[in-house]
C-alpha cells in the first residue's frame, strides 16, 4: 500500500508535467501564429511574380511570331527580368519555409502537427510555382533557340531520315498502302 506521501509524490510532476505542456504548448502557438502570415505572404508574393511572369508570356506563348524586332527584344527582356525577379522570390520564400518546417519539428504535439500541415502546404504551392515557372523559362529558351537558327536551314523531309520506311515485314492485306515503292 502507498502512503500518502508516496501518492502525492508521484502525482505531483504529473501534473507539474501537465502544466508545463500545457505552457510549453501556448508558447510555441504563439510562436507558429506569429511567425506563418510572414511565410505566408512570401510564398504569396512568389506565386504572383510567377503568374505575373506568365501573363506577360502568355501573348508569345499563343501566337509566336516569326522575326525579332526591337518591341520584340524588349518584351524578351522584361519577361526574363520578370522571371529572374521570380525565381528570387521563390527561392527566398522556400528557403524561409524549409527554415519554419525544421523549427516546427521542435514545437509541442498539437502545435507542431498544425505548422507542418501549414508549411507543406506552403511548400506544395512553392513547388506549383517553380514547375510553372520552369515550364516558362523552357519556352523562352526554346523560342530563343528557334529564332536564332539560320534562316536558310530548309525543312527536313522527314520521308527521307534514317529509319522513315515501312516496317520489315508489314502486312496489308486490304492494300491501304498501295504502291510502297514510292517511299
Excluded: C
Amino acid at each position: 500500500d502507498l502512503t500518502l506521501q508516496q501518492s502525492v509524490d508521484i502525482e505531483l510532476p504529473k501534473t507539474k508535467s501537465k502544466k508545463e505542456n500545457r505552457a510549453q504548448e501556448e508558447a510555441d502557438t504563439k510562436e507558429f501564429q506569429g511567425a506563418l502570415p510572414a511565410s505566408k505572404e512570401l510564398a504569396n508574393a512568389a506565386e504572383n511574380a510567377t503568374e505575373t511572369v506568365s501573363l506577360m508570356a502568355s501573348p508569345l506563348i499563343a501566337g509566336p511570331p516569326d522575326g525579332v524586332d526591337s518591341i520584340l527584344e524588349g518584351a524578351f527582356e522584361d519577361i526574363e527580368a520578370a522571371a529572374a525577379d521570380a525565381q528570387g522570390k521563390i527561392t527566398e520564400a522556400r528557403k524561409d519555409v524549409t527554415n519554419k518546417l525544421q523549427a516546427a519539428k521542435k514545437y509541442a504535439q498539437k502545435t507542431r502537427r498544425s505548422a507542418l500541415n501549414e508549411y507543406s502546404a506552403l511548400q506544395k504551392k512553392l513547388n506549383e510555382a517553380q514547375r510553372k515557372l520552369n515550364l516558362l523559362k523552357d519556352f523562352m529558351r526554346g523560342f530563343h533557340a528557334r529564332l536564332e537558327a539560320p534562316a536558310d536551314s530548309s525543312p527536313v523531309e522527314v520521308t527521307k531520315e534514317l529509319g522513315a520506311q515501312t516496317p520489315i515485314g508489314f502486312w496489308d492485306p486490304a492494300g491501304f498502302r498501295g504502291n510502297t515503292d514510292e517511299m
